[in-house]
Each structure stands twice: as structure tokens, then as C-alpha cells.
């Protein structure tokens, strides 16, 4: 075996499910794509792979009995797995309604049962909301930029931080070789994240009086990005964001739908009854920063670090 | 702005100043992103909207003269260091529309503003549309890799809350300004703004107050608070605006001077002694005790080599007078 041996976490997610398609279609590099969800059943698009590239398992990796069966179990130790994909617990906290303050201690359970297990890399999809965002943010967010420790931000920000912060004690330590990266803004069909939800909602509500800057990037792109890093493992914090940079109204202009930009004292209300009526995914009872304060994510680092480069632009109605 | 506000502002352009101002848009050096912005926020129709709108007082109500512009480089990274005063920041705005006037291709001017401006909602937005960033030595720093020209004011807030009985006295110059322009090799162009001060004398300012409204100070000027938000309205002082030679400092100092904060501290007085020089020789002009010649005099005396390496030389019709 001489190809990549990758088990793949939140395999049933969106962008989960595209990468473990990928790393399957991917004969020649990919040797083995295992993939773990909480769901029981193996869903129908897993259901045609090969048993020899292919193994289903299903867990609540926020359990540490789980994680120990899984890392004990025989399959997962005759197929050597030497890398770990995890995008985090996001859908297993949603569906058995935990705290997300469980998904920091449940990567770090991974952390540790993966370094045990002697995984040489472990990569951990972040997110750009870790980062804090203020008014004189600098226009370009590079890794060393301050972190969100606000203990007012909202419960799965503080947790995207912990995550983070628990994902970087483990780089001091000499395995695994950890690659934290931190995209912007994902688009992509029935993707999860905070810009992906505003505009997916039925009438756009944005904040009067803002308009920040951003940089989202296409999942297509992530996905290019951590088979890049599978390849190079890199070491370290690493900013991904696609090609395009403009402000939020510009995204929401292309994206179609209907508009509306409210003061803060109205959006909350009008977000409460969108989300009341099943018309909105997105949570801006907050108010959240990123929709004042821009947040574009300078990926020079990683471009040197993996030569990444993101290409796909954002068009809106297409796949 | 959405396209249709962009046509509106070229269509506004090209009736005001004929075919050459749409040029003057399009020759205008602009990094896009992709939708017409760039990745601070800068949208060109906006800024140029912006000017339009500016244009008029600096045409009319400032009726602004200047003077130096062949100092200014044409193309490259370039530090712009002017005094700051007037309560309002209608100095930058000026030397802003005054570069937009003179030089031919039009430069944008990135101006480095205080932070508490950009959490206002649509201050901050326009301020961002119109090439203004928050003072962050990241953002200081990334500019001059675009090789933008970058509008600091050394004295930051002190320079326009300082009161009346202090006016045309530089307070202390800021050192970042000098330890970037030695990092990036950029030269710095001294910049003497009179008549800011006059626009809106403060009597008294007070800081208590003006911290629990989230402002440097509370002003007193003898219209506000009177006569209420009408008060911060400037007065119609008359504007000059010279721009010295520039200054090399990093063909003087190496990079390691960055890092020594007293030979920072002493190039920041050197910069602040050159423009204290021109404001109090531009004092003596403007109150006739010395002949208008001498001020651009002194301004051009050393100045043909610079001129000569950074570009052609200013169009005809420039000579230094404003309209």
C-alpha cells in the first residue's frame, strides 16, 4: 500500500460526503476512504463502493467507548490509517441535540485516540468565524490574527475556538502532524455555513448601515484544499478562501433572491419568525459580527505551504 | 453601489467633465477583486462619486490653493504626512481631491483613519468604499506593497482636537509611519495644510464627555454646540496645501533603524520640524510678510532630481494654483 489511507469524519455532511466521493473516484492515489457519520444505516450513495476502498461506520464519536471500538476495531487497524479528515460534530450535536461545547471535548478525545493510534496527520476544518472581528480589524486576516475569546459570542463560536485552541496543543506535540485550516464562507449546494444559510433564505435580511467584505469560498474548493494538504501534510494553521472578494450585497444580489436590509432591532424579530416558519437556516439573534465587520482571509501561507490556489468563482444557480 | 448606481455616476461624470473624466476614471491605477471592488473595500464609481461631491467644496467653499505636486510621486508607494486640524477631517478630503485634480492619471489616496470611525453604521461603509482603512499597521503595511500612495496624519486625533490658542503647533508626531516607510522603502512627502485650523477654532474641549460618547473630546467651537449638529458646519476658510520634497529616509538608514525606536523617534521629529518649517513659511505668505514665491520656492528648490526620476512632469495647466 503506497496510496492515501484517509478516514473521514462527518462523512454524511455535505462537503463530507463530496470528499469521500472524491477520495473514492481517486483510484490511483487513494488506497482506503474510511468514513464515519452517527447515522446507522449506510446511506444509499455509499451503498455500490468496494469493501477494499471503501469501509462505512457508523458512531457517535462523541462517545469515547465509540472511539475506542473504532480505533480497536479490526478493519480500521488492517486498513491503516494513517491520516484523519474530521469536520467536526456539528451534525451529530444537531441531531441528538448536545451542547456544542461536547464537540471540543469530542475532537480532543479523537486527538488523542488518533495520536495513540499513531495517525500521522490529522486535518481540522475550522472555520473563519474563530476569528474576532471589530471595526478596525485589518483588511486582510492573516493566521496570527486575533481569536474570538469573547465570552459573549455565540455558544458554536466559542466551540469553533476551543476546537481550535485544543487542535493547537496538539502541535507541540510531535505526532500527529496537525493541519488546522480555517476557510472562508462556504457556498456550495447544501452546504452548512453562516453566508451559505443567510442566502439560502427566502428573503435576505441583512443589517442596515453594513456591508463587510468577504471572501467565501466555493466547497469544491475546500475540498481541493484538504486533498492538497492529505498530500503534502503540512503542519500548522492555515487560512483557505476562493478568488473573489466583494461585500456581503454584492453575494446577495447574484445569489436572486429578495432583499432587505433592516436596523438591528428589527432583523432580530424578522430572523425569529424566518426561522419560526422554516424560510431561514440563519441564527441572527446575535447579531453576529460578521455581518458588520469585513473578514477577508489572506491564504498566502498556504498557497506556499501546499501551492493551493482557488480558482472555482462563485456563481450562483448552478450545482 | 449596484450597477445601476455605477452608470449613474459615470453618466454624472461624463456630463460634468466630458469624456476625459471617464478616462480619468478608467486610467485611475485600481486593483479589482473581481466585482469592481478591492479587497478593501474600495469601489472606483464610489470613490469618484465621493469626489464629485467634494469637488464642489473644494472649489467653492475652501477654494483651495496648492502648490509642491511635482514632489509628489507619480507612480509607486508613497507616504503622504500632512499636519491635521479642523475638528472634521475635511483636510484629508481636500488633499485627497486636490492629488485627484493635479496629477494626470489621477491617483486614489488611501487614507489611514482612526478606528471608532468604522463602526458607524454607513460612515464606516462609505469611509471603506471611498479608499479609507482603519489605522492598522497590517493594513499601513499592505498598501504600500500595492504601491498605493497612503495618506497618514502623524499626529492622529490630538492633531484635530487640540485648541485654538495651539493652532499651526504640531503635536508630537506618530514614529509607525517612519518604521514602515523604512521597511518598505517608501518615501514620505511632507504635506502643509493652512487654513484646516480656522474651519473650526475649538475653544475648549472637553475629554470626559467626549469618552462616554465614544469621541476623542467634546468640542467647544463658538457655533457648537449652539447652534447643535449646524455647529460642526466648517467655516469658509481659505485652503493651501504644499507638498514638500519627499524624504528617502530608507537610502539614509538601513532596515535595522526600523527596529531602533530612538532613531524612529528622532526621523518622526526630523518630518515633523520639516512640515512645522512649511506651515510657519506658509503662515508668513498668507499674511503677506513674505513674497507667494518663496513658498513654492522653497518647495521646488531641490526638487529636480525627484521629480525627474518619478515621472513625467506635472500636465500643463498645473501650476500650482487651485481654481
Redesign the interface.
Given at each position: 500500500m503506497s496510496g492515501l489511507r484517509v478516514l473521514v469524519t462527518a462523512a454524511t455532511s455535505s462537503l463530507g460526503r463530496a470528499f469521500c466521493q472524491e477520495l473514492y473516484g481517486d483510484q490511483l492515489r487513494v488506497d482506503h476512504v474510511f468514513a464515519v457519520a452517527h447515522e446507522e444505516v449506510v446511506p444509499y450513495y455509499f451503498r455500490d463502493y468496494h469493501p477494499d476502498r471503501f469501509t462505512y461506520w457508523s458512531a457517535n464519536l462523541l462517545k469515547e467507548r465509540a472511539l475506542k471500538d473504532l480505533f480497536l476495531a479490526e478493519r480500521f487497524r488492517r486498513r491503516g490509517i494513517d491520516q484523519i479528515v474530521h469536520f467536526g460534530f456539528l451534525r451529530t450535536i444537531k441531531a441528538l441535540r448536545l451542547s456544542p461545547a461536547d464537540a471540543t471535548e469530542g475532537t480532543r478525545r479523537l486527538l488523542e485516540f488518533a495520536q495513540a493510534a499513531k495517525v500521522d496527520h490529522f486535518v481540522y476544518a475550522s472555520g473563519c468565524l474563530v476569528y474576532r472581528l471589530r471595526?478596525?480589524?485589518?483588511?486582510?486576516i492573516?493566521e496570527t490574527a486575533e481569536l474570538d475569546f469573547d465570552p459573549g459570542a455565540d455558544a458554536w463560536i466559542k466551540s469553533r475556538v476551543d476546537t481550535d485552541m485544543v487542535c493547537r496543543t496538539f502541535m507541540d506535540q510531535r505526532a500527529p502532524r496537525i493541519t488546522v485550516l480555517r476557510p472562508g464562507p462556504i457556498i456550495g449546494r447544501n452546504v452548512t455555513s453562516h453566508v451559505s444559510d443567510l442566502l439560502d433564505s427566502y428573503l435576505v435580511t441583512r443589517?442596515?448601515?453594513?456591508?463587510p467584505?468577504m471572501r467565501p469560498i466555493h466547497s469544491t474548493d475546500v475540498r481541493r484544499a484538504i486533498h492538497r494538504c492529505l498530500d503534502a501534510r503540512p503542519h500548522g494553521v492555515f487560512n483557505v478562501a476562493g478568488?473573489?472578494?466583494?461585500?456581503l450585497s454584492?453575494f446577495c444580489?447574484l445569489n436572486g433572491r429578495p432583499q432587505m436590509t433592516l436596523p438591528g432591532p428589527l432583523l432580530r424579530p424578522v430572523n425569529r419568525l424566518q426561522r419560526l416558519f422554516g424560510l431561514s437556516a440563519c441564527d441572527l439573534s446575535t447579531l453576529p459580527r460578521w455581518l458588520m465587520?469585513?473578514c477577508?482571509l489572506d491564504t498566502t501561507k498556504l498557497e506556499e505551504a501546499v501551492g493551493h490556489r482557488s480558482t472555482h468563482?462563485i456563481k450562483f444557480g448552478e450545482a | 453601489m449596484?450597477p445601476l448606481g455605477r452608470t449613474l455616476v459615470r453618466r454624472a461624470l461624463q456630463a460634468l467633465d466630458g469624456v476625459r473624466g471617464l478616462e480619468r476614471l478608467e486610467t485611475m491605477p485600481f486593483r479589482d477583486?473581481?466585482?469592481?471592488?478591492?479587497?478593501?473595500?474600495l469601489e472606483r464609481e464610489t470613490f469618484w462619486a465621493g469626489y464629485l461631491a467634494v469637488r464642489q467644496l473644494y472649489r467653492r467653499w475652501f477654494r483651495v490653493r496648492s502648490t509642491g505636486h511635482e514632489n509628489v510621486p507619480r507612480e509607486g508607494r508613497v507616504i503622504l504626512a500632512p499636519n491635521h486640524s479642523g475638528l472634521l477631517p475635511f483636510d484629508g478630503a481636500m488633499i485627497t481631491c486636490d492629488l485627484l485634480e493635479r496629477l494626470d492619471p489621477p491617483r486614489s489616496v488611501r487614507s489611514i483613519v482612526d478606528?471608532?470611525a468604522?463602526?458607524?453604521?454607513?460612515v464606516?461603509?462609505f469611509m471603506?468604499r471611498t479608499g479609507q482603512?482603519?489605522?492598522?499597521t497590517?493594513?499601513f503595511a499592505?498598501l504600500l506593497r500595492q504601491d498605493e500612495m497612503v495618506l497618514v496624519f502623524p499626529e492622529g486625533t490630538r492633531g484635530i482636537v487640540k485648541p485654538w490658542r495651539e493652532r499651526y503647533r504640531l503635536q508630537k508626531f506618530n514614529v509607525g509611519f517612519i518604521e514602515l516607510a523604512i521597511e518598505h522603502e517608501a518615501p514620505i512627502v511632507p504635506v502643509a495644510v493652512l487654513g484646516a485650523e480656522e474651519q473650526a477654532p475649538i475653544l475648549f474641549g472637553s475629554r470626559a464627555l467626549g469618552k462616554k460618547l465614544g469621541m476623542p473630546i467634546f468640542p467647544v467651537t463658538p457655533t457648537f454646540p449652539l447652534l447643535g449638529p449646524l455647529g460642526l458646519i466648517p467655516y469658509p476658510s481659505q485652503y493651501h496645501i504644499a507638498y514638500g520634497e519627499p524624504l528617502w529616509l530608507h537610502r539614509e538608514y538601513p532596515r535595522e533603524a526600523a527596529r531602533d525606536p530612538g532613531v524612529l523617534q528622532a526621523l518622526a521629529q526630523k518630518v515633523q520640524a520639516r512640515v512645522q518649517g512649511m506651515i510657519d513659511l506658509g503662515l508668513e505668505v498668507r499674511a503677506g510678510r513674505a513674497p507667494a514665491s518663496e513658498w513654492a520656492r522653497t518647495l521646488r528648490a531641490t526638487t529636480t532630481v525627484t521629480a525627474a526620476a518619478n515621472g513625467p512632469a506635472i500636465p500643463a495647466g498645473a501650476d500650482g494654483r487651485g481654481r
Open positions: 471595526p478596525w480589524t485589518s483588511a486582510v492573516d443589517l442596515a448601515g453594513y456591508d467584505m478568488p473573489d472578494i466583494a461585500p454584492t444580489r465587520y469585513p477577508v468563482h | 449596484n477583486e473581481g466585482f469592481g471592488f478591492d479587497r478593501f473595500g478606528h471608532f468604522f463602526a458607524l453604521p454607513y464606516g461603509v471603506q482603512v482603519p489605522g492598522t497590517r493594513n499592505d
